[in-house]
Every structure is written in C-alpha cells, then in structure tokens.
C-alpha cells in the first residue's frame, strides 16, 4: 500500500509542505512553573519540549500543544502560556529548533472558559464564559501536586463574561498571535473546538446570554467573528488557520446541528484563512461524519481543509484522494512515532501509544518513543 495522496507536497499560505501528514495539536501539560512560587502560573516552554517538537518535524505541519493567549485564559496546570517575554523566548528556542530541522510550526492558542479551576486563576477567582454555568462533574480539568504529578478535578463554576471583558479577550487573542510570530511559528490555529471558550459562544447550552453575544446564533457567533477579524488584521489571514469541532460534544457544550456547522464553516470560509481544521466525532465517541456532510463541507468551504480524529494512513489517503480533505493531522499515532511520515513511506507497524504517560511527567512516554532506525 503507498500513500501517495498523503505523502504529496501541499501549499498552505504561504508554505509549500513537503507532505500532508500533520501533528494535531496535544496537550501535554510539561512546560515549567515559575520558580516563584506561583507554580500553577508559569508555562514556560523547556528544552525538553524542543527535543520533543524537533523528533517530529519531518511532519508537514506541527501544530503545538494548546496554549494560553493569556494568564486569564489558563485552565490547565502544566499547560504553557505565549504572553510573557519568557515564554515567547521559550517558544523560540523550539520554533527555530524545528525549522532547523526542515519543518514547519503552527501553534494553537486558546482560552479555556469554563474549562479551568480557581487555583489556576490569577487572584483564584472563578472562571469566566459566555454564561454563568456550573456543568458540575461534565467539566473536569488537571492540577498538579507539589511534586509536580498531574492529577484530575472538576473544573470551578464560571460567571458570565461583561462585554469589556469579551473585547479583552478578542485583544488577547490578537497578541498572542502577534506573540507567536515574533516567537517564530509560521502560523497561528485559533482553538474554536473541544467545549473551551470560542466553542462555549457558539452553542446555546453555555452561551444563554440575552445581548448581542448570545440568542441568534449569528449573534452567537459574533466573539468568533471578532477574534477572527482581530487575529486576521494583527498578522494577516495567509497565517492564521482555525480548528473546530462540529457534531462533537465536549466539555458539555452541544454537539450542534450539520446546518449549525455549515453555517460556521461559511463564516470560517469568509475570512480566506491558511486553513480550516475539523476534529471529527468519532474519535471521541461520538458518530462519523456522513459521505453527505463531508461533501457539504468540502462545498461551502474553498480553502485548506484538514481532517483529523482516528485516521489510518488508508483512511487519510482515500479522502485526499477524493477531494473531501486536502491533509490529516494526527494525534495519537504522532504521540507515539516521532517518524510517521517515514513510517508511512515504508509502509512499517506504529509503536503504541501509552496513555499513562500522556499529561504531565517527564521524557518518559514523551521523547522516547523509538524511530525506526533504533
Ligand atoms: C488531544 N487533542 C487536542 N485537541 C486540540 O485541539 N488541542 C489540544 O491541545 C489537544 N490535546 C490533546 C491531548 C491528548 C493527549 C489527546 C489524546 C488529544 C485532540 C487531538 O488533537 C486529536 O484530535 C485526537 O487525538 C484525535 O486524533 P487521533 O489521536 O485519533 O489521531
């Protein structure tokens, strides 16, 4: 079996990439505490995450870890941050390691919303979303102990955003983009997916506001407009790509309808950004994509459009070859093989991923995941 769909070269703004074998983005939660002692704050990127990043890059496009626009925005301890001078100087270290190994980086930023704990928080206070929510045990996010160890809570209630709030957030999300840039990457993805803050807008199961953020979901959909718009105009819509989620339920938000979704992606389309990224359902439970809605998608959306969410080589391959995606970002597999692309070229078994040593730790589970020549 040859991939040569997948394995083929592909412009994505102003990149040409050498393949359509992707890295989804994966949150780890290893970057560095401050040494301070304000330990659940710090995010800084580590030489080891350079080593881990640099493994992968003779994927055609990585897409780094979750990361916060801003210390408001944190949810999880361990993941990092693109705010202060430290971590942009962080992000560089492992931007240039890349690219000095031929690949490419594009870095997912995100706001968690209600998806966060008020001991991740700058003053411990609650966290903010489109609504006053407490989803209860629906939303549960990670911490660390003294030593370090990553362990699981339910996430703390969150109170509705006021509106000078909102255009903080969608000001933050421009300069952590223009952050990203000055750290290196090639790209910006905005995280519209997975039930955290953009997603926590879109759907009226968190969003209940009465004003124009909330109702109609044109109105619903304004905080992504903003951001978009705000992130298009600080770096330029050729470097600026997004993920979402539709049909997928997360994080208690609604799994939403195909027509909401279309709806969205016209939105999406409407901003000719390097690419739109849809996390499919079915890795994560929920029902596959029809041949029907994928065609729907592949029609209302006319730039770069990559699948991800339990894709096989095969399986990437016969809907590039379609016509329905154009490149497939993997997750797990790329957790667990450093060298998929090479894999895919000869057609060689995957190591296994360990799912024990996915969030928080160390090299272990990390960067030692053997490359074929080992
Ligand atoms: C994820 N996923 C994810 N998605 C995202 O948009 N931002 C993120 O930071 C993360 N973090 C993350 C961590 C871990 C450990 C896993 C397993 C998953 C979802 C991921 O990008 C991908 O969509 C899923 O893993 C499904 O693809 P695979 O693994 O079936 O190829």
Redesign the pocket.
Known sequence: MSYSALLSPINVGAMRLPNRVFM?????LRSADLPNGTKNIGGLPTPLMATYYTQRASSGLIIT??TDIAADAKGYAGAPGVFSDAQIAGWKMIADSVHQAGGHIAM?L?HTGVVSHYSLRPQGQPPVSASTVDLGDAVRTSLRDDEGKVYRVTATPAREMTTAEIKQTVDDFASAARNAIEAGMDVIEI?G??GYLIHQFLYESVNQRSDEYGGSLENRMRFLTEILTAVTSAIGSDKVGI?ISPLGQFNGVDAGSEDDALAIIKLIDSFNLAYLHI?EPD?AGGKPFTAEFRRQIRDTYHGVLIG????TAEKADALIRDGLIDAV???????ANPDLVERFHQNAPLNKANSAT??GGDQEGYTDYPALAQ
Do not use: D, K, V
């Open positions: 989804a983005p994966l949150t780890r870890e979750a997912q995100w995280h997916a997975h993920r996390s890795w991800a969410g339990g894709y970002a993997f997750g797990r597999s790329y957790i996915f969030y």
